[in-house]
């Protein structure tokens, strides 16, 4: 389980207009709302490895979303332990998903995605649009205490609504 590999949608609520320096590459401008970044982890670690990663604040930049995710605050991931990398198809149907508007170029470099990163208002029913017959997903809720992530993790299959998606983050 602690290693295991997996594709994963990282929430991140932004809370004001702001501009941000993502590394060498570009600025954007962030809206108020929610930014949904897809990304997979087959190597060591696996994906609660990287999970974590995006959790944590104190870190060097490398990744575009290490640039954004300084200024946005997580609420979590949607984790899918499926063997094979789905970040792409996830990506494609957050493309043509009414309600995601795609940065495109962002965390895309070595795919031909037109984006990993999608801005929403709502967020309602992502996990909708990730799962299907053969995809469960689980909610990792966002902590800061590493210690204890990703626990308690609370299933939650594709099927069920999104409630859990705007829960808060935490006490
Ligand atoms: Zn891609």
Redesign the pocket.
């Known amino acids: 389980m602690g290693a295991d590999p997996g594709t994963y949608a990282l929430v991140l609520e932004c809370p004001k207009r702001q501009t941000v320096q993502i590394g060498r590459w570009r600025e954007i401008e962030t809206e108020p709302g929610y930014y949904v970044y897809v990304g997979s982890a087959f190597g060591p670690g696996g994906v609660r490895a990287r999970v974590a990663r995006h959790f944590r604040t104190a870190k060097s930049n490398h990744w575009h979303i290490d640039y954004l995710r300084a200024h946005l605050t997580p609420l979590g991931v949607w984790v899918s332990h499926a063997p094979v990398r789905l970040?792409?198809r996830w990506?494609g149907r957050l493309e043509a998903a009414e309600g995601f508007i795609s940065l495109p170029g962002f965390g895309?470099s070595d795919?031909?995605?037109n984006a990993?990163l999608f801005q929403t208002h709502t967020g309602q029913g992502l996990e909708r649009l990730l799962g299907d017959d053969q995809t469960e997903l689980v909610w990792w809720p966002f902590t800061d205490e590493p210690f204890l992530f990703p626990s308690p993790v609370p299933s939650c299959s594709a099927a069920q609504t999104s409630q859990q998606f705007l829960l808060p983050t935490g006490p």
């Open positions: 970040e792409h990506a895309c795919c031909r995605c990993h």
